[in-house]
């Protein structure tokens, strides 16, 4: 594996996704993240609950 380079839904920029975050990612099941680390700073601060409750992990 290496690392990858992705495109901030939210913001446009650049981010990288690092070898060992994919593995994280791999091994919790999840997708790979379509927003930078400070866009979902900012997504885990406005959250007031969400849809898929306390356990959302909004990569
Ligand atoms: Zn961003």
Redesign the pocket.
Known sequence: MEDKIIK?K??G?DFVFTVGEQEFFADKGFGEPV??K??REIRKAQKSGGKFGKTERDW
């Open positions: 901030c939210d913001c920029q927003r930078c400070s866009c």
